[in-house]
Structure formats: C-alpha cells, structure tokens
DNA sequence: TTGTACGCGTTATCAC
DNA sequence: GTGATAACGCGTACAA
C-alpha cells in the first residue's frame, strides 16, 4: 500500500540484523542462525519485502532474463511457442522478455539491440527474413542465441528446427499407402536453398517408395499462388482429364504444398472445376500454419512447437553453464501428421 | 564480440572527457558542446556500447518495462490483444514482460510477485478466474494496473473491455433483421452477477425489438455444455417438433450462446437431429473464441482485441504520470458482429 | 556466524 | 559547459 517499496535495509533494521545477514538469511547464500533467519522471514513478510532484482541483476551481472522475438504473424501460429518458452523459463524462475521483429533488417538489429541494453541473459529467435537476420544476430555479441523454427547459418548459435528428411518421409509415405503413384510439388522454390533441398528430400523418399515426382513452376507460397497453381494445374498440368494418360503429361494423382495456405488455395480451384479431391487427386501440405485448430480439411505436417520451445529454452540455459564450448548445436525434431479430409483415410 | 559490454566509462575514456559529459551527450539530458556530442557519439559507435538499462533503472527507479499477464489459452486467442500490447508499448520505448497465469490463486500472486521484484512500472493483466485474481491485484500495490477483457471489481485498477450492452444490442438486431421471434439463451448461469447481467441486457434489448426470450437451464460454457443444451433443446426445448407451438412449449427460432464453443456444440447436436440451421433454427454466439480464423460458420461477436491492447497501454502510460489521481476508469469498446452460415443472410 | 565496506553502471547534484 | 561525486539496492570479500 505504501508507495515505496521497502529495502533489504528496511529488512534488516526491522530485524535488528546487518543488511549482510537479511540478504543471507532470505537467500541462504551463506549459514544464518536459525533464531535470525526466522526473524529476517517475519520482517520481510510484515513489511511485503519484494527483492528488488534490478538492483541484484546490476550487481550479480545476471538478469535472470531471456529475451523471445518472433516475427508478427496475425494468424497467431506462434502462440504454441510462447507458451512453451513461457512455461521452460518459469520452471528456472527466468522472466520472458517478449519483441516482435519485421522484415524490416533495421527494426530487427533495435530489437537485438534493445535486448542487449536490457543485459538479458540470452535470446531466443526466430529468424524473421534470412538477409535481415544474420545482422540481428551478429548484433548480439556474447549474449547466447538460440534460432528456432527458421534458421540463418551461423558458426555462433545453437538452432532448434523441423526434421525435414522425416517430414518428407512422413509425407510421402501417408501418400504411398494411399496408392499414390505420381506426385507434384507446388510452391517450393528450386532457387532457394532450403527449398531446393526439400525438393531433393521429397525426390529421393519418392523414388525410395517407387512414386514418381514432379515441380510445378514456382508460384508464391501463400494463397494467391495456391490459387494461381490450381488454375495451372487444371490448364495443362494433367488434371484437368479425367481419363489417365490423356496427353504425354503425367497422370499425377497427389499434389504436395508448401504449406496450408497453398493448398486451400489448390483444394479450392480444383473443386470448382470439378476436380474430385481426394478420390482424383489427394492433396497435402508440408507445413501446418494453424495449429490450434481441430478440424484439418488438408492433410498436414505439424510443428511440434511445443516441444521446440522447450528445446530453446534447454539450449539456452545450457549454454550460460560457465564451461560451455560454443560450439553451434542443431537440435531438430520430428513433425506430426496430422491427417485431413483432403488424402484418402 | 568481447566478452564484456563497455560502459559508459569506457566510452568517456576513449573520448576523452567525463562520465558525467559522456551521459549528458547520450541521453541529451544537458546542454554539451558540439565537438564533443560528436567525439562521444564516435567512441560510443567504435566500442559498440549499448547503455545499460539495469544500472539506468536503479538510478532512476523507473524500468521502462511492464508486465502482461494472462490465462493461459492453447488456442491463442489472446495473441492479438499480446500484439497490440507490444506495439503500442514500443512505441514508448518499453518493453514487455509476458507472464502466463493458471487458475490457481497462488501462482497468479506469484506471477505479480515476480513481475513487483522486477520492478516494472506497470501491469496490464487478463484475470484468470475472479475470486483469484483480486488477491493479486491487490499484491500489486502501488503499481499502476489496467485489467483487460474479464474485470475484476476493485476501486483502484482502470480497466478495459466489452462493451456489453451494445454486444447484445447489436446482435438482437441481427436476428430480428433475420426474422427471430424468439430467441432462447444457453451457456449463461443467472447465478454469475456477470451473466445475469447479459441476461438482463439481452432481454432488454429482446423486449425493445418485440421479441420473446427465455434462458435454457445452466450449462457449463463449453464445447460439453452445448452438446449437453443441444440435446435438451432436441428433447424439451421445443426445437425437436417440426411444427410450431407443438406442446406448450415456446417455438423457439433462435439460438444464443454464451460463446462459440457452446454454440459449436449445439449446432452439431441439432444437425444430428436433422434440425436445419439456420432455416428452423438459427443460432449465434455472444463471444468469438478465434479471433484469427477467417470462415465462421457460427455468427459471433468479435473482440476488438487489437484496439482493447492499444487502450490499455494508453490507460496504463496515462496513470504513470506524475499528477494522476488513481480514480478507476473504465473503458469499454464495441465488438464487430461477424456474420456466419449460422444465421440468415 | 556476523558486521563493515566496496562496487556493479548510471544519472543528478553541486561546485567550478 | 564541464567534472568530481554521491546515491540507487544489493551481494560478497574481508575482517572480527
């Protein structure tokens, strides 16, 4: 009620102590007669002590801080990994420091930069653009860096991300045992790396099970392009014909995205032009962008963020453990599938 | 990439004058002259120093942060009220400490604890449960506090949120555009003084509009509940029989929930029942659950989380200033009706 | 076991 | 305009 908080001082004097045995007896740093540290406690509570951790975080150097930026992103798919990170940090009673990033490189090196002026103990961060990012990253300095879900290459930090040879396994074996025997992919980039390396995981567990693979020209992976590829699809991508073998095209009967947003963009053109989904053409995507979510219509690929969050969290404290040998560690976890409406059951 | 940050000494010595000229020259909190501005500006560059926010706030007793508390919701409703939040207090350059609360009472005094010792200058918090939460605000002390979204009843806390009367106004004029003659509310306990409150609101506003209204039996306000009142409504709440005025019963045409998931579990109940919705029935819900998903199949009324956000900040920056007289205020906004397949066209 | 005194890095006060 | 210095609240090395 009182308008000032009272001091470790206030404690003591209350206590009849030194300030250097109340900070003793409510840390227990160091041995305190019983009879004083009961005293200590009963000041302390009678006055609603609160230590106050500025004060301790500028002597200590340690803040007991961990700042989190994410990129916005409205549809709130990123929720699952605050609450993880959120719920990792409490456990080590560490306070969650929270900034979201633009593309924008500038707005993201301040965030870093913010960071560091708050003397957090470490950063966890999920790359918003992989140009924007390495800067930010450098931009930390010492501070430990953990990079989750996406991933900028640096011989500095720790990353925890998606198995993506097991995804694409994952994937394309649902698609085999649902007698999938041509499939094309829609809204992977063969000019980006780490698309172009998906491209290839998918190629190889294709062949592995004996499918044939195709790459549909690029087209953006967000609705407009799903909708866009659909369209193409239907033109001349050899669905449009019922009949298999139409013309020299390839009968494809399974279409893998880039993600939920191109594929309800694909579902949604091929079934206004009477395209039977999943009995013509089943239909899947490789990244799930609403977790909370119940009710798939597409069959999808999940982000098991909530175990990727607390993967950050062990990486980043491990790495203040004074001994640790900044070796950069890549800790990556198997994806969920989580079956739709849009692959045969 | 030195292991230590440099302070402030370090950036005067390299400079070549005082602390107390480099300070001055950083913060422009004096008058300093151009050449050295300059020279202080260079050094401070050259070494990279970011000043440090701890010492800042022990010496100034003030630590540009604020604490965000709240419940703890896995389907990430709440993302956008976070959002808005962050953005609003970035724009004062403050940062953001994120704490999540269960229901449990000492882990919300815990939560609040933690953020006193932090020694943030202010709290926005989403109150988990009602009898929990006044124990916590009351923790808070001196600290300024804004509630948002639920509302606890104290003297010294602003706070922020729906503003009901016109919730149910402007969905009683939603249905009675579409033909509603009657309308029955579910999910809503006339023991709770904030439910009986809508109740009163609603029958307010059914009376106005020439409409009848009744209360379905209390059923807990989730998924369960409306499965549980869809099929009381099947066997006793005179939906079941086609034809109007069967029994003695009321011919209900529509339906109101307490939230969308009450309403989810009626709608599928009376669909199993082959009850069409909305042509027999039409249904729709008093509080939108996903703010972020696009399709609705259930009208609902929508939060204006990102604008409840902005007002909250405003609140809290507007207590901390110095001649503020800490009489409660509270703010409240309307929601957007979001039409779905639920209701009539 | 206990107390005294210093320093963490910054800003405000005071004297020049 | 500028510089020396005290103070913010705490933890700990040192002395007792």
Redesign the pocket.
Known sequence: MDDEQP???DVARAAG?????A??AL?G?????GD?VRRVQEASRALGYH??AV??A????RTETVGLVLPRYTTGFLSALIESVSEGLEQHRISLVLRYSEADAQHDVDNVGSLIARRVDGIIICPPSLEASRESIAAAGAVPVVQVGRFVETDRTDSVGLDEDRATDLLVAHLAERGVRSILVVGLDQEVAADSRRIRALALAASAAGLELAVAPFTAAVLEGGIRAGEWLVAEGGVGEVPEGGRGGRPVDAIVCANDDVAAGVLAVLRMHGVAVPARVQIASLLDLAPGAEDHSVTTLRHPWPAMGREAVRLLLDARQPGHDRIARRVTLAPQLVPGASTLP
């Open positions: 001091t470790l001082a102590v030194s300030v250097a045995t900070s003793r840390t740093s160091r041995p305190v007669s004083r230590p106050n004060a301790s500028l002597r200590l150097q």
